[in-house]
């Protein structure tokens, strides 16, 4: 009977570490449960603020694009400006020499 005895206390032991371990592992899944919620929302903030920077960004590439076109349109028009005013320069010079050459 000694033997049954020793048999049944360590059966008792194994269950009631068993159970202890089943807690455990309970309470492990609750704050894995916690924690991929935690994860979950922060990972959709973090997507709603990356989709309003990338917006954010794209319209301010927009405005630089459109300033980079207006400096560009603005230095072409005053390269022009400047062939001609060259141009004219070159003709009042070739008419004073025209001139200096009739008076001379």
Sequence with gaps: MENDDLTVRVLID???RLDQTNARLDQ???RLDHLREDLGQR?????????AL????STEITA??????DVGRLFR???????????????????????KNKVG
Excluded at 44 to 51: G, L
Excluded at 77 to 99: A, C, H
């Design 14 to 16: 194994i269950r009631d």
């Design 77 to 99: 028009s005053r390269q022009k400006d400047q062939r001609e005013l060259s141009d004219r320069v070159g003709r009042v010079e070739r008419d004073l020499e025209d001139l």
């Design 43 to 51: 990972i959709d903030e973090t997507n709603n603020r990356v989709t």
């Design 64 to 69: 630089v694009a459109g300033a980079v076109q």
């Design 28 to 30: 492990t899944n609750a």
């Design 54 to 57: 990338d917006l954010h960004l």
